[in-house]
T-cell receptor, first 111, second 114 residues
Framework: DQQVKQNSPSLSVQEGRISILNCDYT??????FLWYKKYPAEGPTFLIS?????DKNEDGRFTVFLNKSAKHLSLHIVPSQPGDSAVYFC??????????FGTGTRLKVLA | EAGVTQSPTHLIKTRGQQATLRCSPI?????VYWYQQALGLGLQFLLW???????NRGNFPPRFSGRQFPNYSSELNVNALELEDSALYLC?????????????FGPGTRLLVL
């Protein structure tokens, strides 16, 4: 049972345009969400997080939106840059330490 | 500041053997987490250690075990290896017990079971 789903395995976007990565979850107890970025041969690195008490969090070019009623979160990258090409994982937790990760979306930003 | 390190980077074993994977957390971090990333799947939570104790484990059989040493480094042991154990094993550390702090990941150990 995949509690956190990233239904798009890959996404290609032109440099300078917006990248939108989506994530759906099923467990209504999840109250903290994160996005991680992973380059080949490296471990995932933290990108941005959002608590369920908020519906938006921004950090530079990265914005995460949370729609609790739809159990959906998305990551917007504006403007997209070639260096953003990586695999993006969303993760969710219900309480503390234990994160449930999605299967990842491979983003390719075309120059 | 040195990040999370893992060794070896690659490991090849045959079915039925045992594998030992090692992880050194970021200095000052007391919690270590292990994840398995099999092909086509997300990161699956395996184990959480803090202050030398196993705090929780994911839905994996008992042949997946580990320990945390007094210096907070950790070992993951996989006994009686099966072909489906082939995966990337990621270790992460965080500075507090059970907090919402993000987990900092190492580069992983790629295990191949033949």
């Amino acid at each position: 049972d995949q509690q956190v789903k990233q239904n798009s395995p890959s996404l290609s976007v032109q440099e300078g345009r917006i990248s939108i990565l989506n994530c759906d979850y099923t467990n209504s107890m999840f109250d903290y969400f994160l996005w991680y970025k992973k380059y080949p041969a490296e471990g995932p690195t933290f990108l941005i997080s959002i608590s369920s008490i908020k519906d938006k969090n921004e950090d530079g070019r990265f914005t995460v939106f949370l729609n609790k009623s739809a159990k959906h979160l998305s990551l917007h990258i504006v403007p997209s840059q070639p260096g953003d090409s990586a695999v993006y994982f969303c993760a969710a937790s219900a309480g503390t330490y234990k994160y449930i990760f999605g299967t990842g979306t491979r983003l390719k930003v075309l120059a | 500041e040195a990040g999370v390190t893992q060794s070896p980077t690659h490991l090849i074993k045959t079915r039925g053997q045992q594998a030992t994977l090692r992880c050194s957390p970021i200095s000052g971090h007391t919690s270590v987490y292990w994840y398995q990333q099999a092909l086509g799947l997300g990161l699956q939570f395996l184990l959480w250690y803090d202050e030398g104790e196993e705090r929780n484990r994911g839905n994996f059989p008992p042949r997946f075990s580990g320990r945390q040493f007094p210096n907070y480094s950790s070992e993951l042991n996989v006994n009686a290896l099966e072909l489906e154990d082939s995966a990337l094993y990621l270790c992460a550390s965080s500075p507090k017990t059970g907090g919402r702090e993000t987990q900092y990941f190492g580069p992983g150990t790629r295990l191949l079971v033949l």
